[in-house]
């Protein structure tokens, strides 16, 4: 069985063997919870947030830089939760989402000024930041990818969802997701120089040194 890799953007990266979750509820739960959302009802908009928030953070992390995340994250639902009532079928709502965060990210840009980033080597850096610095030099690899390999290398790998929910809440195909992952994974090894299967000694050191993704 080979093995994945799991990006903790908070503590660190860690590798494991893939685990199987349940499927991802039925776009016509969605479609239910958008046409309540329309009419007013806030707990059915807190409950589309609940479920693709995951996602957004996602497509959102594969295009801007971490720090910004979070506050773009809340941007894109205000802005969903504005325009609900454009969305033409209920049912779309992760499709017409993901193009909100895309447009939102590419807004961010043309927005932007400059920035200076910390040097990656800081005296008296912990461990616990050390691992944080690891994790992040991942993500910058997986963020170096083609489009289509990032963002669902991304949501799989430190959003955490499966291979179906990233299907159903970004409206792709299943089969367009698989190979995705399946190349987006061969590229990211290859430019990590990662085995298919590391030493069991690694992988617990690893493991032992992470932490869940909040």
Not at 8 to 16: K, L, V, Y
Not at 54 to 65: F, Q, T, Y
Not at 165 to 183: C, F, K, P, Q
């Amino acid at each position: 069985m080979s093995v994945e890799i799991t990006i903790d953007a908070s503590a660190g990266i860690r590798q494991f063997r893939g685990v199987t979750l349940p499927a991802a509820p039925s776009s016509h739960a969605d479609a239910a919870l958008v046409l309540a959302a329309r009419d007013g009802d806030r707990a059915a908009f807190g409950a589309l947030y609940t479920r693709y928030s995951c996602m957004v953070h996602g497509l959102l992390l594969a295009r801007v830089p971490a720090p910004e995340v979070a506050d773009l994250v809340q941007d894109v639902f205000l802005q969903a939760m504005r325009r609900l009532h454009t969305l033409r079928e209920p049912a779309a709502f992760g499709g017409w989402l993901a193009m909100i965060a895309r447009n939102r990210a590419t807004d961010f840009f043309r927005r932007s000024t400059d920035t200076e980033e910390l040097p990656e080597e800081i005296p008296g850096r912990s461990g616990a930041a050390s691992h944080r610095a690891e994790a992040l030099a991942v993500l910058e690899v997986i963020k170096s990818l083609p489009e289509a390999y990032r963002e669902t290398l991304i949501l799989r790998l430190v959003e955490g969802l499966t291979g179906p929910e990233i299907a159903e809440r970004t409206g792709l195909t299943a089969a367009s997701v698989r190979v995705n992952l399946h190349r987006g994974m061969k590229q990211l090894r290859e430019r990590l120089g990662v085995a298919d299967t590391p030493p069991a000694d690694a992988t617990k050191d690893l493991q032992d040194g992470s932490t869940g993704h909040e």
